[in-house]
């Protein structure tokens, strides 16, 4: 499989569920982002891992834990979330900053918090 | 602030009309630019980029970027637009690490 893949594509949880979400690439790229995608709003960068390694944390909520455990695996653990946190979560990779070569974007998880 | 603005919200165009999205940037350098383009339910794709060289880049799909340095601008462009072009259009820049900023997206409505 190639490309970057979300699992799964709609989540529906309560406000006291723990979920996680997870994002997997196969293309040899060494960074990997969270974004989230809310109805009329630009996307909002969460958290960014360089070589497995946290380099950007944009004033997250603890609520949004990610983790990262190895260059081809993302996840986005969730606990105690709110109604607000209802978007579109993309996951996407890049080589390096993805200044030359853009980012490669999955199809997104539809979180519904209820 | 480093910025990137998208100016239209939403543009309907008939199809066989050409098209031009438009996009202004605010850094202190020349960033890289980007086009991204967002289908219903679905992730981003990338259209095209532009750092230095000739000003008019080509993409996929039949999409072209030109970029302005005097206008602080990069504007998409399509001859003639196709019922498929219907979607939702991401302007972006980087000028290096990890951050990646995006316009808020103009929405493309194409009618027969």
């Known amino acids: 499989e190639t490309g970057v893949t979300q699992t799964p594509r709609h989540l529906v949880m309560g406000m006291t569920n723990k979920k996680s979400l997870k994002c997997e690439q196969h293309?040899?790229?060494?960074?990997m982002y969270w974004y989230k995608q809310s109805a009329k709003k630009p996307l909002e960068l969460m958290f960014v891992?360089?070589?497995?390694?946290?380099?950007e944390n944009n004033s997250v909520p603890s609520r949004f834990s990610p983790e990262c455990p190895n260059s081809s695996h993302l996840f986005l653990h969730l606990h105690t979330l709110q109604p607000e946190d209802s978007a579109l979560y993309l996951c996407?990779?890049?080589?390096?900053?993805?200044?030359?070569?853009?980012?490669?974007f999955g199809s997104g998880t539809r979180l519904t918090v209820v | 602030a480093q910025s990137v603005t998208q100016p239209d919200i939403h543009i309907t165009v008939s199809e066989g009309a050409s098209l031009e999205l438009r996009c202004n940037y605010s850094?202190?350098?020349?960033?890289?630019l980007f086009w991204y383009v967002q289908s219903p339910g679905q992730g981003l794709q990338l259209l095209l980029k532009?750092?230095?060289?000739?000003?008019l880049v080509q993409g996929i799909k039949g999409f072209e970027a030109e970029f302005k340095r005097s206008q602080s601008s990069f504007n998409l462009r399509k001859p003639s637009v196709h019922w498929s072009d219907a979607a939702e259009y991401f302007c972006?820049?980087?000028?290096?690490?990890?951050?990646?900023?995006f316009g808020a997206g103009t929405r493309l409505f194409v009618k027969a």
């Open positions: 996407a990779s890049s080589q390096s900053g993805g200044r030359d070569y853009g980012y490669t």
């Open positions: 293309l040899g790229h060494n960074a």
């Open positions: 891992y360089s070589l497995e390694e946290r380099v």
């Open positions: 850094y202190g350098a020349t960033p890289y």
């Open positions: 532009y750092f230095s060289g000739d000003t």
């Open positions: 972006a820049a980087n000028t290096g690490g990890f951050k990646t900023i």
